[in-house]
């Protein structure tokens, strides 16, 4: 990494937000491998207005999202608890001095060991889906306490959840009546709109749904504590979406017009808290076409599918992209990653606009790229380097 001004011009036009440090940091250097680099201010800033419009409701991180042990533990700082999936996020968030008490084991697919870890160190709350899994926190953590995460159907997220997840609706009852069988505290219930759901008012069939399971559960005679909201929160990739905390405060308005006065509301965020504090440098390594008369371009980079770019699966998450010949001419092209695999091409179907004066070795800053990119970097597929991590 060498100082190099070459960009603050394009970049202050193209972002409405110069003082972004993120931004100001990959414009004042080289990279020699694609980076991300993220701004704690912008982490804390993103985690103060969710918080503002979540009011009651406890934030608990999803740490999947990016587990950069300097975010945990500025997290930690603020108050924030974790939802924690393995042994090793658990031991993590543990690390950067979150008290067990602050961690809940989200996943509804855990390791009998990892369970057994997790209540020696002192975590009490567990998430589950299925009577086989109740059985495994019953013989690993005996008298936690746990909720049951139920399948939503129908999400309107741009990166839905699917059935992998939950139970159905028609299980829950037996399943409550299981966990208290087994010794087991049946705790709350939880469920997940579904990741970049980019409207507040895509919470309510969802809610709609979930409500009257809630009630029920309570009519037959289950103590319910809590209702955990899971994640959801958007981030800004192009399309509009309302700023988090207005948006928290209309779910929060949402949920008290169907729930009323349920004891604790805890929410996970993972995308929403980390997605727009952090940007990645990368650097075009080719620019070609297939023939002479080839209508598309091809344009590949130095990251992709496989080392941070995993999002754009499906074309799901389009990210958006900044580089020193923007406001120049533009044209389609067909941008794929740097790897020996067929499936690392990032946007084909709906080809995206790139200036025509594009070439090899072009820094490219492809923006707001916090959540779910360093986390699904492959460790060195074609020997690649993992995305490399800077925390401003
Ligand atoms: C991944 C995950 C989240 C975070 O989802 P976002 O859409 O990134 O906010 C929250 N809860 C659970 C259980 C998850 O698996």
């Given amino acids: ?57 406890h934030i608990h991180y999803a740490v999947k999202a990016n587990p950069a042990p300097e975010i945990i533990r500025l997290l930690v700082k603020k108050g924030s608890g974790f939802d924690a999936a393995s042994r090793a996020e658990i031991e993590l968030c543990l690390s950067q001095g979150a008290k067990p008490g602050n961690i809940s084991f989200g996943n509804t697919i855990k390791r009998a060991s990892d369970i057994a870890f997790a209540h020696s160190a002192g ?40 059935r992998k997840f939950g139970c159905a609706a028609s299980a829950l009852p037996a399943l409550l009546d299981h966990a208290k069988a087994v010794g087991l505290v049946p705790y709350g219930l939880s469920f997940h709109v579904g990741s970049q759901t980019r409207k507040a008012e895509f919470w ?92 598309h371009r091809w344009v590949y980079l130095d990251i992709g599918r496989f080392s941070g770019l995993a999002e754009t699966e499906g074309e799901a998450i389009r990210y958006q992209f900044v580089t020193k010949h923007d406001g120049g001419d533009t044209g389609p092209c067909i941008l794929a990653g740097p790897s020996c695999d067929s499936a690392d091409i990032l946007y084909e179907k709906r080809p995206i606009n ?28 074609n020997g690649f380097p993992p995305l490399d991590v800077i925390v401003l």
């Fill in 1 to 57: 990494m060498t100082m190099n001004a070459a960009l603050p011009g394009a970049l202050r036009a193209a972002t409405p937000v110069y003082s972004d440090p993120a931004v100001a940091f990959i414009a004042a250097n080289d990279f020699d491998r694609s980076t991300l680099v993220i701004s704690r201010d912008r982490v804390a800033a993103q985690y103060d207005a969710l918080h503002a419009g979540l009011g009651r409701a």
């Fill in 123 to 162: 975590v009490t709350l567990f998430a589950a889906d299925s009577e086989a899994e109740l059985d495994k926190i019953a013989a690993h953590a005996p008298g936690a306490r746990v909720y049951i995460r139920l399948i939503v159907e129908n999400s309107l997220a741009d990166w839905p959840l699917s």
């Fill in 204 to 295: 309510n069939p969802v809610l709609d749904q979930i409500a009257p399971l809630w009630n029920a559960a309570i009519a037959a005679g289950h103590d319910l504590q809590l209702l955990n909201l899971g994640g959801g929160f958007p981030a800004f990739y192009g399309e509009h979406v309302e700023a988090p905390r207005i948006y928290a405060a209309s779910v929060m308005r949402a949920v008290a017009a169907r729930f009323g006065n349920v004891p604790q509301v805890m929410a996970e965020p993972g995308r929403g808290l980390v997605a727009e504090a952090g940007h990645i440098a990368a650097e075009v390594l080719l620019v070609s076409r297939k023939s002479a008369d080839d209508m």
């Fill in 354 to 381: 790139l200036p025509l004066a594009l070439g090899c070795g072009d820094k490219v800053v492809i923006r707001n790229c916090g959540a779910y990119t360093s986390s699904y970097s492959s460790v060195g597929f």
